[in-house]
């Protein structure tokens, strides 16, 4: 089982819990929601491929040191930071592997191209529950 697959099934849980799913929601939480995470991500260089992930055509990839590099500079690498030793990974390993799945979270919460607005306190988990079994298909 690969490192992603195990991630996304929950299988990678370490002792904190926790699963890349989890993470990629509490990365949405922690920027204050959809709108948040687009903003900041737009803010710091990732803005025509975010712009992709939120449209309704095809998601544009990005690398970890990319959503990396942006995470920093928009405040939110202490979660990663903090995700990654939850999960017994390396920070660099899990960029790598939010790269392939947070443009796919994005994309499924905006499934008209709109980005939701509002505030991370109405983000619910369990809107990306079937999106695992998606990415598997």
């Known amino acids: 089982m690969s490192l992603l697959s195990g991630l996304l099934g929950g299988a990678g849980q370490g002792a904190g819990g926790g699963s890349l799913i989890e993470v990629a929601g509490k990365l949405i939480q922690g920027a204050g929601g959809v709108q948040g995470l687009v903003s900041t ?3 710091h260089g990732l803005g025509d491929a975010v712009q992709s992930w939120v449209g309704t055509g095809g998601n ?4 970890g040191q990319q959503l990396g590099d942006a995470l920093q500079k928009g405040g939110l690498g ?4 903090e995700a990654a030793g939850k999960l017994g990974t390396d920070p660099t390993q ?19 191209g709109q980005v939701p607005a509002g505030t991370g306190g109405g983000f619910d988990l369990g809107s990306l529950a079937g999106l695992a079994g998606k990415l598997f298909r």
């Open 94 to 112: 899990l960029l790598g592997q939010l790269a392939q799945v947070l443009p796919h979270a994005v994309d499924h919460l905006t499934p008209d």
């Open 41 to 43: 991500l737009t803010q």
């Open 78 to 81: 202490s979660l990663v930071q």
């Open 60 to 63: 544009q990839a990005v690398t």
